[in-house]
């Protein structure tokens, strides 16, 4: 589909104006570089969700970076896929970005395990069995360390 089939509503004063252009849409000039980073809790929601707005994005020169925090441990469909199932997803993950426009180098993974993360509630001292990293001896979500 070419992007110029996309069409853009921005309210200006309250006018809608429309447009093919995502740079007049969001108001950004044709020499400002801007970065969009996308983040989402699996690889396939921002797929799904976001998958036009990047392409749009690239097609406008934006330079698309793309955060998946968990490691989709748990979206496996049979038990043999159960231990093989990250590997699987990630390699989803990178096809499916490639076709949108997003490079291998723009996607990045946070790791935290799929269905796990009501343990990480909170910033807490790092323990022993901890399956992330830990950020200066602590672990958690929160706002900021």
Same mark, same amino acid.
């Given at each position: 589909?070419? *992007? =110029?089939? %996309?069409? %853009?509503?921005?309210? =200006?004063? !309250?006018?809608?104006?429309?447009?093919?252009? /995502? #740079?007049d849409a969001i108001g950004v000039g044709k020499d400002a570089r801007e970065t969009w980073l996308f *983040?989402?809790?699996?690889? =396939? =929601?921002? &797929? *799904? !969700? @976001? !998958? /036009?707005?990047?392409? @749009? @994005?690239?097609? @406008?020169? &934006?330079?698309v970076q793309v955060l998946v925090v968990t490691d989709? #441990?748990?979206g496996y469909c049979t038990l043999g896929q #159960?231990?093989?199932i990250s590997d699987i997803r990630r390699k989803e993950t990178y096809e499916s970005f490639k076709i949108l426009g997003v490079n291998e180098k723009s996607i990045a993974w946070v790791g935290y395990p799929d269905g796990g993360l009501y343990t990480l509630q909170g910033r807490r001292k790092a323990r022993a069995d901890d399956e992330v990293e830990s950020i200066e001896g602590y672990v958690g979500l929160c706002n900021a360390f």
């Open positions: 589909m070419p *992007i =110029d089939t %996309f069409q %853009f509503t921005r309210l =200006d004063h !309250g006018k809608k104006i429309r447009t093919t252009s /995502l #740079r *983040i989402s809790p699996h690889d =396939d =929601d921002l &797929v *799904i !969700g @976001a !998958g /036009l707005w990047m392409q @749009a @994005a690239i097609e @406008a020169g &934006v330079d989709g #441990r748990m #159960r231990d093989s």
